[in-house]
């Protein structure tokens, strides 16, 4: 079953906007880690954050995490055409599994 | 370089063939696991193993089978493949399975087609 719901879909934005996406998930968790997709490659993992955490800084990227709302959301601040992918929430409870939800597709034109 | 290599990249089969995907990591990971992903659907974990010879199932594992002999290697076996399995497929492994430890290093992936 999937646990995490991103939001949008799919975003397109010009370079150097900003970019939100939003994750959320219905039931407790250890971690929540963002990935990144391009098209048809493998997922590349960019932040994880603690359950006991509310940001994470790294680079351009921004992790926010509210437990109380079951939901996180991902900032790239002053985007490229290269940060042009699919980005993926994924949630892991205390066993093991981490499940990943449907994702957003970012489009960043010039 | 630390890698997930999956191979083949790209098969073309028929129904019933058995095929098998294999999987290998350089990184002395204990924890491997297969994911599908299907447009609209995301990422579906079909098996994973925490260990050698520790395997179990994830959400969608009918039509499948895998094997952990040896640490490094984590096939993905398709008995009989069925047209609805046609789909991309993702090994990726982490250093454990415990939660908070479990960031994933993903295969470039295999494109599966079953006629």
């Known amino acids: 079953s999937q646990q995490g719901e991103e939001d949008p879909q799919a975003l397109s934005i010009q370079e150097g906007e900003n970019a939100t996406m939003n994750c959320s998930y219905k039931t407790s968790i250890n971690n929540l880690q963002w990935y990144r997709q391009n098209s048809g490659r493998g997922l590349v993992h960019l932040i994880l954050i603690r359950s006991n955490e509310r940001e994470k800084h790294s680079g351009r990227l921004r992790v926010t995490l509210d437990t109380s709302k079951k939901s996180s959301s991902l900032l790239i601040t002053a985007s490229r055409a290269a940060d042009t992918a699919s980005y993926f929430c994924?949630?892991?409870?205390?066993?093991?599994?981490?499940?990943f939800g449907t994702g957003t597709r970012l489009q960043v034109t010039l | 370089e630390a890698q997930v290599t999956q191979n083949p990249r790209y098969l073309i089969t028929v129904t019933g063939k058995k095929l098998t995907v294999t999987c290998s990591q350089n990184m002395n990971h204990e924890y491997m696991s297969w994911y599908r992903q299907d447009p609209g659907l995301g990422l579906r974990q079909i098996y994973y193993s925490m260990n050698v010879e520790v395997t179990d199932k994830g959400d969608v594992p009918e039509g499948y089978k895998v094997s952990r002999k040896e640490k490094r290697n984590f096939p993905l076996i398709l008995e009989s493949p069925s047209p609805n399995q046609t789909s991309l497929y993702f090994c990726?492994?982490?250093?454990?399975?415990?939660?908070?430890?479990?960031?994933?290093?993903f295969g470039a992936g295999s494109r599966l087609t079953v006629l």
């Open positions: 994924a949630t892991s409870g205390t066993a093991s599994k981490l499940t």
């Open positions: 990726a492994s982490s250093l454990t399975g415990t939660a908070g430890a479990n960031v994933l290093t």
